[in-house]
């Protein structure tokens, strides 16, 4: 007798975490001069999640991971792979080991994987192979990062944009391949426009020897030259995945776009030919997730109802690096 080869991949289980604490436009008006309407009207944000100095993007992660454990119906034992899609690391060693520990995988091999506000998108088609190649069958693909941590809070350009949060999928082998297409590009050219830098200061250890201490400094961003990257390179990139999957703008049921900026959802949107109502968009509630942002929206609208099994979804991530990248699928098994 044969036995039955899984090569194709299925997306099966959502889950998602954001802190407790809330900061509302209005609140912000108490640190750095802006208003409620100034920022609605640039970015479309009302309010963002932040974490307690207390708490740890370690145990948001496993949050979302064991909603998502929960929604596919899968033992934590059962998973081969934890990705996690970070740039907020509680470790500049990792995270993904100390997750895989709470969460009580102990089968499953954990590492990080860092490309900024694009890292759920590269991590969902980093997983994906590693099922076509029949490596792995069950895998918990988490995004966090808690961007709060590196904020300039005296810098309303960027301190109104970015908020807390994570979001996981759970992907598995299946008989059907229900990961259609992708396509991920990158462009290091264009790294200065956003970025968290990691300069060093000297130091003197001997008359003859100096070595560099190593330091973080906060978020800087060129918030026009990214605007513009982004409106001109997402549609593209959405565009070639299409191709590659074999359909249309039109045959779309969700738009997923990484939570960035409403009015470069909209613009997208518009080059693409994408009706408003099957824009996916939950930036109000919670700000810039970076890598958060797709699984926790992706989350929200199917525990909502919105998104039903075999919905056509296209989504993309885009930004520092510069990277961004596409991929379509069709939800469910």
Same mark, same amino acid.
């Given at each position: 007798?044969?036995?039955?080869?899984?090569?194709?991949?299925?997306?099966?289980?959502?889950?998602?975490?954001?802190?407790?604490?809330?900061?509302?436009?209005?609140?912000?008006?108490?640190?750095?001069?802006?208003?409620? %309407?100034?920022?609605?009207?640039?970015?479309?944000?009302?309010?963002?999640?932040?974490?307690?100095?207390?708490?740890?993007?370690?145990?948001?992660?496993?949050?979302?991971?064991?909603?998502?454990?929960?929604?596919?119906?899968?033992?934590?034992?059962?998973?081969?792979?934890?990705?996690?899609?970070?740039?907020?690391?509680?470790?500049?060693?990792?995270? /993904?080991?100390?997750?895989?520990?709470?969460?009580?995988?102990?089968?499953?091999?954990?590492?990080?994987?860092?490309?900024?506000?694009?890292?759920?998108?590269?991590?969902?088609?980093?997983?994906?192979?590693?099922?076509?190649?029949?490596?792995?069958?069950?895998?918990?693909?988490?995004?966090?990062?808690?961007?709060?941590?590196?904020?300039?809070?005296?810098?309303?350009?960027?301190?109104?944009?970015?908020? +807390?949060?994570?979001?996981?999928?759970?992907?598995?082998?299946?008989?059907?391949?229900?990961?259609?297409?992708?396509?991920?590009?990158?462009?290091?050219?264009?790294?200065?426009?956003?970025?968290?830098?990691?300069?060093?200061?000297?130091?003197?250890?001997?008359?003859?020897?100096?070595?560099?201490?190593?330091?973080?400094?906060?978020?800087?961003?060129?918030?026009? %030259?990214?605007?513009?990257?982004?409106?001109?390179?997402?549609?593209?990139?959405? +565009?070639?995945?299409?191709?590659?999957?074999?359909?249309?703008?039109?045959?779309?049921?969700?738009?997923?776009?990484?939570?960035?900026?409403?009015?470069?959802?909209?613009?997208?949107?518009?080059?693409?030919?994408?009706?408003?109502?099957?824009?996916?968009?939950?930036? %109000?509630?919670?700000?810039?997730?970076?890598?958060?942002?797709?699984?926790? /929206?992706?989350? %929200?609208?199917?525990?909502?109802?919105?998104?039903?099994? +075999?919905?056509?979804?296209?989504?993309?991530?885009?930004?520092?690096?510069?990277?961004?990248?596409?991929?379509?699928?069709?939800?469910?098994?």
């Amino acid at each position: 007798m044969i036995a039955e080869t899984f090569a194709g991949v299925a997306l099966t289980g959502t889950g998602s975490a954001v802190p407790d604490m809330v900061i509302t436009n209005d609140d912000l008006t108490q640190v750095v001069q802006t208003s409620d %309407e100034w920022i609605k009207s640039r970015t479309g944000i009302g309010a963002r999640r932040l974490l307690r100095n207390e708490e740890s993007l370690t145990s948001l992660a496993v949050r979302a991971g064991k909603q998502a454990l929960s929604s596919a119906g899968l033992a934590a034992t059962n998973i081969d792979l934890i990705l996690l899609a970070t740039s907020t690391a509680d470790d500049r060693f990792g995270n /993904a080991g100390r997750i895989q520990h709470e969460l009580g995988a102990k089968w499953a091999v954990a590492f990080d994987l860092t490309a900024a506000c694009s890292g759920f998108v590269f991590g969902l088609v980093t997983a994906a192979q590693f099922i076509r190649t029949g490596t792995y069958r069950n895998i918990l693909l988490i995004g966090a990062d808690v961007l709060s941590r590196w904020v300039d809070w005296s810098d309303r350009r960027t301190c109104v944009l970015f908020g +807390d949060g994570a979001g996981a999928i759970v992907i598995q082998a299946h008989h059907e391949d229900r990961l259609l297409g992708f396509e991920l590009r990158s462009d290091g050219s264009g790294h200065h426009h956003l970025n968290i830098a990691c300069p060093s200061l000297q130091r003197q250890l001997t008359n003859d020897i100096n070595v560099g201490q190593g330091t973080i400094t906060p978020i800087t961003m060129n918030g026009q %030259e990214v605007y513009k990257f982004a409106v001109r390179s997402v549609p593209e990139v959405i +565009d070639k995945a299409l191709y590659r999957s074999g359909v249309s703008a039109n045959e779309l049921d969700w738009l997923l776009l990484h939570q960035a900026n409403q009015r470069i959802l909209d613009a997208v949107a518009l080059r693409l030919g994408v009706p408003s109502e099957k824009v996916i968009s939950n930036l %109000e509630n919670y700000g810039n997730t970076s890598a958060a942002s797709i699984g926790l /929206a992706l989350d %929200e609208w199917v525990r909502q109802g919105h998104i039903q099994p +075999d919905h056509l979804i296209a989504a993309s991530g885009f930004g520092a690096g510069l990277s961004w990248g596409a991929v379509v699928f069709r939800w469910g098994t």
